[in-house]
């Protein structure tokens, strides 16, 4: 069985830090391959750890927008072979990222106009232009057509966790996403629908696309605790019940034995 392991947790908790200690594990102890795509250049200070392997088993990629995921997908799927890894570092971002190349394709503009764009629409509402009070840029371009941005996304996170051909070759999937606060969110007073996102039990909101939890066969917590950081097991299609782990020692030592213990329970390199 591939696996599908989703890490959530906030930032510099150590999410990249536990990547990189499950890829050693991997190219030293297995003959398989690592494609690393990096969405907020987070890892490149861990790629020395890797530097027997680089262009050899481990393939990073610079993935700090659409059109650089999108690629770097494309290449890894010309590479990958039957049992080797994909990591996907803030795979939240590329939510955000396909949102922005649609806006500006639509509106046939640079990426980097869109900033610009969206505080003239702003003071533009304020001066009582009513067309662009509190809409948006979407409200702009007649409306954000979600069906292609959706698309867009699951070409390549959705393909991943779950597609055909990764599925049939048992390509095994690492993915990190940002984890943040649950009071520090707002949400609309008739917002309804359940939400995957949202673990309130562990007061805390998965960032990215909804569907994105609902993905993974695994799902680790990492977290900021009283007596050090902690390890929620989220989900888990293997195991029953909800492990939890505590560190209370050095992060940088303590936290990759908890995480390395919790993980073998179902992985096999």
């Known amino acids: 069985m591939r696996e599908r ?31 690393y795509m990096d969405c907020d250049s987070g890892a490149e200070r861990f790629l020395r750890r890797v530097e027997d392997f680089k262009d050899t088993r481990f393939f990073y990629y610079d993935s700090s927008d659409w059109i650089h995921t999108r690629d770097s997908y494309r290449d890894i799927r010309k590479r990958w072979k039957e049992g080797d890894w994909i990591f996907i570092d803030r795979v939240d971002l590329i939510w955000e990222y396909v949102q922005n190349y649609y806006n500006a394709s639509v509106l046939g503009i ?33 409306g954000t057509d979600w069906q292609p941005i959706k698309d867009n996304y699951n070409s390549v996170v959705y393909n991943a966790f779950s597609g055909t051909e990764s599925r049939k070759l048992q390509i095994n999937v690492v993915m990190t996403t940002l984890a943040v606060n649950r009071e520090g969110i707002y ?15 562990y007061g805390v909101v998965v960032q990215g696309e909804k569907n994105l939890p609902s993905l993974p066969d695994t799902h680790l917590l990492l977290r900021k605790g009283s007596l050090g950081y902690i390890v929620d097991t989220v989900k888990d299609r293997e195991r029953d019940g909800i492990l939890r782990e505590q560190a209370v020692d050095n992060k940088a030592e303590c936290l990759h034995k908890v995480y390395r213990r919790v993980m073998k329970m179902g992985f096999e390199l």
């Open 5 to 35: 392991l989703l890490i959530s947790g906030d930032s510099g908790v150590g999410k990249t830090a536990q990547c990189f200690s499950l890829t050693e594990e991997i190219l030293y102890d297995s003959g398989h391959n690592v494609f």
């Open 110 to 142: 640079p990426e980097d106009e869109l900033d610009q764009l969206y505080l003239d629409n702003r003071i533009a509402g304020r001066e009582g232009e009513s067309r662009h009070v509190d809409k948006g840029p979407e409200k702009e371009i007649g």
């Open 187 to 201: 949400r609309p007073k008739d917002a309804k629908k359940p939400d995957a996102r949202d673990l309130f039990i």
